[in-house]
C-alpha cells in the first residue's frame, strides 16, 4: 500500500496547496480536496457555520468518510495520496482513520494566525464575501489547536516555510521517502 496523508489546519494554512506539492514529489500521486468532495452535494448542502447543527455534521462525517474512500482506493492502486482539511473536533482524524487505518500519516500545518490571515489577504478579491467568515474561523481553529492535544501529529510549523521547504518538514517527519 502506498502512503496517505491527512493534511489538516486553519484555512488559509497553505493546506491545498502543499497536498498538491507533496503528492507531485511521488511518481504517482493524487491530492483530494475535502472542501470539494462535500461541494459534489448538487442540493441539500448545510453551509458551514459556526452552528454546528445535526445536519452538518452528518454531512461532514459523510464527505470524510467518501474522500477517505476514494484514498484507499488509490492507494491499493499504488498511488500516494494528501487528503485536505480543516481542523475540526477533538479527533479530527476519526472518520479518516476508521478507513484509511492507524498508518495515516497524521500532518498539522501550523502556521503563525498572523501569517494565515496574510496569507488570506494576499489570495486577491475572489471570495471576498467569505473573508470575514475566514478570518473567524482562522482565529476559531487556531484557539481550538492551542486547547487541543496533538498527540501523534506532526505538527509544522510554516510560518516562515516556503511550499517546498513545508513539504520537505512534512517527508522529514514522517519518514516517507517518495518513490
Given at each position: 500500500m502506498s502512503d496517505a496523508f491527512l493534511i489538516l489546519g486553519a484555512p488559509a494554512a497553505g493546506k491545498s496547496t502543499v497536498a498538491r506539492a507533496l503528492t507531485r514529489r511521488f511518481t504517482r500521486g493524487v491530492h483530494i480536496p475535502v472542501d470539494d468532495v462535500r461541494h459534489m452535494v448538487t442540493s441539500g448542502l448545510v453551509d458551514m457555520s459556526f452552528e454546528f447543527s445535526d445536519e452538518l455534521l452528518a454531512q461532514l462525517a459523510l464527505a470524510h468518510e467518501a474522500a477517505a474512500l476514494m484514498a484507499r482506493t488509490y492507494t491499493r492502486g499504488g498511488f500516494a495520496v494528501a487528503l485536505d482539511d480543516f481542523w475540526f473536533g477533538v479527533q479530527p482524524e476519526a472518520?479518516?482513520?476508521r478507513v484509511l487505518g492507524p498508518d495515516l500519516h497524521?500532518?498539522?500545518?501550523?502556521?503563525?494566525?498572523?501569517?494565515?490571515?496574510?496569507?488570506?489577504?494576499?489570495?486577491?478579491?475572489?471570495?471576498?464575501?467569505?473573508?470575514?467568515?475566514?478570518?473567524?474561523?482562522?482565529?476559531?481553529?487556531?484557539?481550538?489547536?492551542?486547547?487541543?492535544?496533538?498527540?501523534?501529529?506532526?505538527?509544522?510549523?510554516?510560518?516562515?516555510?516556503?511550499?517546498?521547504?513545508?513539504?520537505?518538514?512534512?517527508?522529514?517527519?514522517?519518514?516517507?521517502?517518495?518513490r
Open positions: 472518520d479518516y482513520a497524521l500532518v498539522l500545518l501550523r502556521p503563525q494566525r498572523a501569517a494565515a490571515l496574510a496569507r488570506l489577504s494576499a489570495r486577491g478579491t475572489d471570495g471576498d464575501s467569505f473573508r470575514p467568515l475566514l478570518e473567524q474561523a482562522i482565529a476559531f481553529v487556531d484557539d481550538e489547536l492551542e486547547r487541543h492535544p496533538k498527540t501523534d501529529w506532526h505538527v509544522i510549523d510554516s510560518t516562515r516555510l516556503t511550499v517546498e521547504e513545508t513539504v520537505d518538514a512534512i517527508l522529514h517527519a514522517t519518514g516517507v521517502q517518495p
